[in-house]
């Protein structure tokens, strides 16, 4: 095995896990055995423990002194500040990157967009993963590398959230509609148009998911 293949199973490892607590296979507060998990995977505990420190970093998990991991909890207040955050920067940030895009920027949106309606469409386990990916595709054009890195990090920490937020397929539709109503602001330069787009699209997946933990 080459040191690069080394690097990369710790990552592997991490993106089996976050699927599994993405898609609630690994509910909230269950514990994650290191041991358990390293014989399933065939592998040692040393890129398991590596893994799992990567997942905290991402928020998925937690760890406790002498307890171990344990799937981090879902909250209606991390929820909120994760997407109240997101609300002071992402919209400027797409603004930002609407009036620096360039076509080759507009297609990799697209293709972004395609898959992350084929998740939706699927309920995948990846919903999260692919959102962030169409939602960063429009702020990359604007090349700013600490903005990119703090959403980024933010959709990260909202994945589990996402997941959550279209458990109601009845919701489908209305992302998809509002995904496409924001790619094509985006897409015509109307970077105004974009960042208010962005903002409404955030404050309603809020909404709902303000009114699915206050409905228990």
Avoid at 37 to 50: C, D, F, H, N, W
Avoid at 98 to 121: G, Q, V
Avoid at 129 to 152: D, M
Avoid at 181 to 190: M, P
């Amino acid at each position: 095995m080459t040191l690069l293949e080394k690097k990369a199973l710790p990552e592997r490892i991490a993106d089996v896990m976050r699927s599994r607590i993405i898609a609630g296979s690994l509910p909230p507060d269950s514990s994650i055995r290191q041991d358990t998990l390293a014989a399933e995977l065939g592998v040692s505990k040393i890129p398991v423990r590596e893994a799992l420190a990567r997942l905290e970093q991402d928020g998925l998990i937690i760890s406790q002194t002498n307890r171990g991991f344990f799937v981090a909890p879902l909250s209606a207040e991390d929820a909120y500040d994760v997407f109240a955050l997101r609300l002071k920067i992402e919209p400027d940030a797409v603004a930002y990157g609407c009036d620096r895009a360039h076509p080759a920027d507009h297609k990799l949106a697209r293709k972004a967009l395609d898959e992350l309606n084929a998740a939706i469409a699927g309920h995948t386990p990846d919903i999260g993963a692919c959102n962030r990916a169409f939602h960063l595709s429009l702020i990359r054009p604007g090349q700013r590398r600490v903005t990119l890195q703090v959403v980024e990090r933010l959709h990260l920490l909202a994945e589990r959230y996402i997941f959550k937020h279209l458990e109601s397929t009845s919701r489908n539709a209305r992302a998809e509609a509002e995904h496409e109503a924001l790619f094509e602001s985006w897409t015509s330069g109307d970077a105004q148009a974009a960042a208010a787009r962005t903002a409404a699209h955030i404050e309603a997946t809020l909404a709902d998911l303000t009114e699915q933990f206050e409905a228990g």
